[in-house]
């Protein structure tokens, strides 16, 4: 894709990628109000997200509610996630008063700047995301076109804050490089370095949690067996049988990780528990080689539970107050807004655009 940039932007210009680091640290991430929140959203997202509010970096976290509408959704069904979703940030210990909490429709900045790279972006790029080609399947005539755009949305979304850091799961990296590639060329296209090269943050054991039935499938909440994946609003029973029936291999678990390579059910189960209780795979397997997965199951599933079960009966206590939700939202959607018109007009005034 850099080729792409190159080879469509003036040779003349020096080079204008502007280095994240000389743009003050800003960390924006969204999750779309699709389904449940889940197991991977959890320890790939928004976990990650509380370890960098609290790290005391400003941070936005958003519920792209838009990028929801590039599949059909259910009204009444995308109003009640938006709102579980936001319990969920919140019980997961996302706090209104560190991070700004919003709603991506309430900020139409958004999707003023999307089109702007919608003008920005090359058709190529969007044909060759991996995300649009799983979502639209064979049949990608009948795909809407918001999901072919979707990544320009996700652009904009960012660098509508100019934000330096996005902590994202394994499957969004190449939506942040195409990103880049928006902000390089902008930055080339109208000389001038406006746009941060936005850095992903791909950390930990957990970046990529895979399906409970199928190693080798991501773990999604639109995987249409619940039995797949963790939902965060699961029981404590539920938790229990679907960690119990999580395909496995006969053979004890090993010393070393690195002898799971060939074991790809294993080795998801073990990066759920160093994800869940936030330490390294290494550890995991100090703890608990030479165990049957009769034994080890039960083990990761008590951890599940006790980590998991506070979230939920909290998001449930939240739930109960929706006007109170949505007075967060709408809150939040003031705050982002402030930093994202000027950024906005800016952008516009550089494209010449009468503002
Ligand atoms: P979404 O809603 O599919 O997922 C939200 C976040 O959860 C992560 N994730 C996972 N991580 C580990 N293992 C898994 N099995 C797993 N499944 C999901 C995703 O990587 C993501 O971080 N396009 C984005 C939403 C978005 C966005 C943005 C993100 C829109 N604009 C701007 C960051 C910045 C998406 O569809 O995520």
Request: proline share 6%; with cysteine.
């Amino acid at each position: 894709m850099t080729d792409a940039v190159h080879t469509q932007s003036n040779p003349a210009t020096a080079d204008l990628t502007a280095d994240a680091p000389s743009f003050p640290k800003r960390v924006f991430s969204g999750v779309q109000p699709t389904n449940r929140l889940q197991l991977g959203n959890y320890l790939g997202a928004v976990k990650r997200f509380v370890d960098m509010q609290n790290s005391g970096a400003e941070t936005l976290y958003c519920i792209v509610d838009l990028h929801a509408l590039s599949v059909w959704q259910d009204p009444a069904d995308l109003t009640r996630a938006t709102r579980e979703l936001t319990a969920g940030y919140i019980a997961s210990g996302l706090d209104p008063e560190k991070s700004i909490l919003f709603n991506q429709a309430r900020v139409p900045e958004h999707t003023q700047l999307a089109w702007i790279f919608n003008c920005v972006a090359r058709m190529g790029w969007m044909s060759r995301m991996t995300q649009f080609k799983d979502k639209a399947g064979k049949n990608r005539e009948n795909a809407s076109v918001g999901l072919f755009t979707y990544p320009a949305l996700m652009a904009a979304d960012i660098l509508v804050y100019h934000a330096t850091h996005v902590p994202v799961g394994d499957d969004q990296k190449q939506h942040i490089e195409l990103t880049r590639d928006v902000a390089a060329k902008f930055n080339n296209d109208f000389k001038t370095p406006f746009f941060p090269m936005t850095e992903p943050v791909i950390e930990g054991a957990a970046t990529r949690v895979m399906s409970l039935r199928d190693g080798t499938k991501k773990m999604s909440k639109s995987d249409p067996s619940d039995m797949s994946r963790i939902n965060l609003t699961d029981d404590a029973d539920t938790i229990a049988q679907k960690f119990r029936k999580a395909r496995t291999d006969p053979d004890p678990l090993p010393e070393t990780f690195a002898e799971l390579a060939e074991r790809p059910e294993a080795r998801n189960l073990i990066n759920i528990y160093a994800g869940l209780a936030d330490i390294s795979v290494d550890a995991v397997m100090a703890e608990v080689s030479g165990q049957a997965f009769s034994e080890f199951k039960p083990r990761l599933a008590d951890l599940a539970v006790a980590k998991l079960s506070p979230i939920s009966t909290e998001m449930e206590r939240l739930m109960r107050d929706p006007a109170e939700i949505d007075r967060i939202l709408a809150n939040g959607a003031e705050r982002a807004r402030a930093i994202a018109a000027p950024i906005l007009k800016r952008t516009y005034e550089i494209t010449g655009l009468v503002v």
